[in-house]
Nanobody
Framework: VQLVESGGGSVQAGGSLRLSCAAS????????MGWFRQAPGKEREGVAS????????YYADSVKGRFTISRDNAKNTVYLQMNNLKPEDTAMYYC???????????????????WGRGTQVTVST
């Protein structure tokens, strides 16, 4: 299983970025895929997730209304559109995937088996 993230960068507060996660090596449509982030000195936390089959989505309260997760099943790719970015969104963002996920587990870091290497997002004031 391979997950490759892209799209990170540096933006000013209020700006936007779109992250992409290209997946390969497994039955993509049966998985739940999530975006997680980890800031220096902090634990990794769930940001958003999506079931690639049915399309149900889940968000952390801190990003609701600003971030949107979506998928393109033809490309085996999941996206995270991030709008109105804030300095506190600065972190390394990781894509993760696993199957057999219950909705209540969709943002649980320890529930995911497969991880990408991450892409850095930096938001300045």
């Amino acid at each position: 299983v391979q997950l490759v993230e892209s799209g990170g960068g540096s933006v000013q507060a209020g700006g936007s970025l779109r992250l992409s996660c290209a997946a390969s090596g497994y039955t993509y449509r049966r998985y739940c895929m999530g975006w997680f982030r980890q800031a220096p000195g902090k634990e990794r936390e769930g940001v958003a997730s999506i079931y690639t089959g049915g399309g149900s989505t889940y968000y952390a309260d801190s990003v609701k209304g600003r971030f949107t997760i979506s998928r393109d099943n033809a490309k085996n790719t999941v996206y995270l559109q991030m709008n109105n970015l804030k300095p506190e969104d600065t972190a390394m963002y990781y894509c993760a995937a696993d199957d057999g996920m219950l909705p209540i587990q969709a943002l649980a870091v320890d529930r995911y088996k497969y991880w990408g290497r991450g892409t850095q997002v930096t938001v300045s004031t």
